[in-house]
């Protein structure tokens, strides 16, 4: 694969691993101006190293059952050495300690997904 070009990495863009479809509708129709989401089911489907750290951060869904999120962050922190942010949305609370222990960054309701969303895509959008 090519190296990613300087236009491709200022692109504003988030990872939404998640298989829940009114999940990603509900952010992608309140995406900001810009942005771009890229949905996967697994981290193994986003690519590798390169790819995935374009993006600018990362929501994680704890209550789909098709993802372990222990696996997920497993494999962005240990295997690939990433510190993209990691975003955590819904899970009990055995799930959300799983994932902390795992080094996710932040928890948030499910519920409350499309305003975090606005959050951080200001947060990241570096001027852009």
Known sequence: MAAPTIESRRR???????????LAA????ALPEGWSMTRAGDVEALGGFEEILQHRFLFLD?????????A???ALRRDLMLN????????????RDAARRA???????????VER???FCAQYGWGG
């Open 62 to 70: 704890l209550d789909d059952a098709a993802i372990d999120p222990a």
């Open 84 to 95: 993209i942010p990691v975003l955590c949305l819904g899970g009990s609370k055995a799930q």
């Open 103 to 113: 080094r996710a960054d932040r928890f948030f309701e499910r519920a409350d997904a």
């Open 117 to 119: 969303m606005r959050q």
């Open 12 to 22: 504003p863009r988030f990872i939404l691993l998640s298989g829940d479809e009114s």
């Open 26 to 29: 509900s952010l992608t129709a």
């Open 72 to 74: 997920a962050l497993g």
